[in-house]
């Protein structure tokens, strides 16, 4: 099993960003994808950004152009920068891992198998 701390979370204003970081241990990310989901008070677990085991990388509409997904393997590494940042944008972040080996047609919809416990990210106007 892989374990996931998320870290760098905070509060910022309207514009700002932010740089998430997810460590994996017990297993290697490299052969896994990796994405990041988000929580808002009220709403469902919606996805955020994946990146394929390949490195290919997949974006919310309402994200896209903001965020960056990337994935430091040598370091077991998830990060996930988040500029121009929006009130829309709070919510509790979730770093996910898949399956290892498994390729998944629509990762950010079918949800991670491993889950770390979620960093706030918290956006004022």
């Known amino acids: 099993q892989v374990q996931l701390v998320e870290s760098g979370g905070g509060s910022v204003q309207a514009g700002g960003s932010q740089r998430l970081s997810c460590v994996a241990s017990?297993?290697?990310?490299?052969?896994?994808?990796m994405g990041w989901f988000r929580q808002a008070p009220g709403k469902e677990r919606e996805g955020v950004a994946s990146i394929t085991t390949a490195g290919s990388k997949t974006y919310a509409d309402s994200v896209k152009g903001r965020f960056t997904i990337s994935r430091d393997n040598a370091k077991n590494t998830l990060y996930l920068q988040v500029d121009s940042l929006k009130p829309e944008d709070t919510a509790m972040y979730y770093c996910?891992?898949?399956?290892?080996?498994?390729?998944?047609?629509?990762?950010?919809?079918?949800?991670?198998?491993?889950w770390g416990q979620g960093t706030q990210v918290t956006v004022s106007s």
């Open positions: 017990g297993s290697p990310i490299d052969d896994r994808y």
């Open positions: 996910g891992a898949g399956q290892i080996y498994r390729r998944y047609t629509d990762f950010l919809a079918a949800g991670a198998s491993y």
